[in-house]
């Protein structure tokens, strides 16, 4: 029985088999190798969707509920926490395993074949502060795909899933950058085969780079950090930073809305020194407009890292509404995550017992590793090895898909 390999992302998902010893990748959409990670219940025709058209669902203003970066909440209580989804309460892992079944019969309606086994990828850390949050994430995600109706579920590091399908020879080190976490691995590449030396990984990742940007650039038009007069007497405070964080977090953004915050929206609005922040929040909570700007901020970071700066379009919350987004100033508040990626392989190469000048290639997966901060930061800390940028979205599925021979 053939095993489908799956590369279950933060961002994105792709799934592939391997076919006379080449890697298949499966159509999940339109003909696109990759479906976002993305999930939509549709209230009025009490559906759910997938991908794109869960996007174009969440753009159209439908009513229902947005999720994306489920990946994200592995390991951690809200995982298992039961929630009211339609008609149903669920868990998020169930909410994943409604997923991951979706591409599991995609995969079986486009391929003719029938995938009761599994090989996934999965970070090499998916929480580096915390080994009891990394076992239970791996947990989490071995019970999604049990409920997605996979018999068996075997698990490969993403990098070294990438390092499986990269070509040529030489010692490679492969630097995966995904939306939730940063991996590597260490691998020597001689007469057509890989040999893993080691991998290690950290969870930092795109939708950290897009929370920060979300901070700096947008929040503040809501109200980040503005003061709100006190009801009694004549000082101020500041608004809960709690709430813009969620609101800037793309895993968390479909859990911020509630009547009651709401509410209190308002009377901030009332109390504030500049109401009109406060206004455009409260537009924003009552619109469901969070995963509406979080796009935003993606698509402004994208743009501004192929220019010297991009708008960030905020039409959606108010005509006209933008926030510009300057390379230089982006690239330097991004700087302390660029750092810790290069940082975390060059401790990943001594853990190899080697040194930065005796790697030949830097291998780029994972969308965020285009990023010209990153980029620049593994260029400096690994200056004799040459850099590449092949197969950047789907060398990790590939590699999964040669796996399943």
């Not at 169930?94 to 599994?118: D, H, P, T, Y």
């Not at 995963?291 to 005509?319: C, M, P, Q, W, Y």
């Not at 700087?335 to 040194?355: D, F, H, M, R, S």
């Amino acid at each position: 029985m053939p095993a489908l390999g799956i590369d279950f992302g933060t961002s994105n998902t792709a799934a592939g088999f391997n076919q006379g010893g080449s890697p298949k990748l499966v159509p999940l959409e339109d003909g696109h190798d990759t479906l976002p990670t993305a999930v939509f219940l549709d209230f009025h025709a009490r559906k759910t969707l997938y991908g794109r058209g869960a996007i174009q669902s969440m753009i159209d203003g439908q009513e229902g509920r947005f999720m994306r970066a489920l990946k994200s909440i592995l390991g951690t209580p809200l995982a298992r926490e039961k929630r009211q989804f339609m008609n149903e309460r669920l868990t998020l892992i169930e909410v994943i395993a409604r997923f991951l079944s979706e591409i599991k019969k995609r995969s079986e309606q486009q391929s003719g074949l029938q995938f009761e086994r599994a090989i996934s990828g999965r970070p090499v850390k998916f929480h580096s502060a915390s080994e009891a949050r990394n076992e239970q994430a791996l947990v989490d995600l071995t019970d999604a795909y049990h409920l997605a109706e996979f018999s068996d579920v075997s698990f490969l590091p993403e990098p070294e899933a990438a390092a499986i399908a990269a070509k040529g020879t030489g010692r490679i080190l492969i630097v995966d950058i995904g939306g939730g976490t940063s991996d590597f691995t260490i691998c020597e590449r001689k007469n057509d085969k890989t040999q893993i030396i080691v991998s290690d990984g950290i969870r930092l990742g795109g939708t950290n780079f897009d929370k920060d940007i979300n901070l700096s650039h947008v929040m503040p038009l809501l109200g980040y950090e503005a003061e709100i007069g006190n009801e009694m007497g004549s000082g101020s405070h500041s608004a809960p930073r709690a709430l813009f964080q969620d609101l800037a977090s793309w895993e968390k953004i479909a859990f911020v809305y509630n009547p009651q915050l709401l509410r209190d929206v308002r009377r901030w609005e009332r109390l504030a020194h500049d109401p009109q922040l406060f206004a455009r929040l409260g537009e924003v909570l009552d619109m469901h407009l969070g995963h509406d700007i979080a796009f935003a901020v993606e698509a402004g970071k994208i743009a501004a890292n192929g220019s010297d700066r991009a708008d960030i379009d905020l039409a959606v919350v108010e005509t006209g509404l933008t926030s510009s987004l300057q390379r230089d100033a982006m690239q330097a508040e991004l700087q302390y995550g660029a750092e810790a990626i290069a940082k975390c392989a060059l401790e990943t190469t001594a853990q190899a017992n080697l040194k930065p000048d005796q790697i030949d290639r830097v291998v780029f997966v994972g969308g965020s590793s285009l990023l010209g901060v990153v980029q620049k930061e593994i260029a400096n800390s690994f200056p004799t090895a040459a850099l590449e940028t092949s197969e950047v979205f789907t060398a990790v599925v590939d590699g999964l898909a040669l796996s399943t021979a």
